[in-house]
């Protein structure tokens, strides 16, 4: 059964979704993590999704407040072994529920164009022309809570 939990900025559950994270989205791309990047992560939200049996992690998101208004979601990960579970798509709704409790009105996030269909699904619609960040195409995605 899958279980959602806060992951605590620091804490060894937090270095294990770094970990992931890092196999997963920055590894492929020949990316490193910048240590001062990471100091800005204490002020995030940060979500894991555990099989709550085995207290194993399959996946997290950060959420990234912009504003009184808008949140971001970034940094969506699941473990190669559990894509295509409906993991990465139960973290999405469990963000938007979670970003629409605490008051929120917008959710955000700069999306990969390989998973805009994804996104799109789930009611996400494409917010800007293309653009490129550390040398990865993007497009904003925006839905409203």
């Known amino acids: 059964m899958l279980k959602f939990i806060d992951v605590e900025f620091g804490s060894s559950r937090y270095k294990e979704l770094l970990d992931l994270r890092y196999k997963i989205l920055l590894q ?11 100091e800005e992560e204490a002020s995030y939200l940060h979500l894991g999704c555990i099989e709550g049996s085995t207290d194993e992690l399959l996946g997290g998101l950060i959420l990234a407040p912009i504003d009184a208004n808008e949140i971001r979601v970034m940094q969506v990960a699941v473990d ?6 409906g993991i990465g798509r139960k973290l999405i709704e469990h963000a938007i529920k979670t970003a629409k409790e605490i008051g929120y009105e917008k959710i955000v996030m700069h999306a990969m164009l390989s998973v805009v269909g994804f996104y799109e699904k789930l009611g996400f619609k494409q917010d800007s022309d293309i653009f490129e960040e550390k040398g990865i195409t993007f497009i904003r995605m925006v839905k409203d809570l």
């Open 80 to 85: 190669v072994v559990h894509q295509g579970e």
């Open 28 to 38: 492929p791309l020949g990316l490193k993590f910048l240590d001062s990047y990471r």
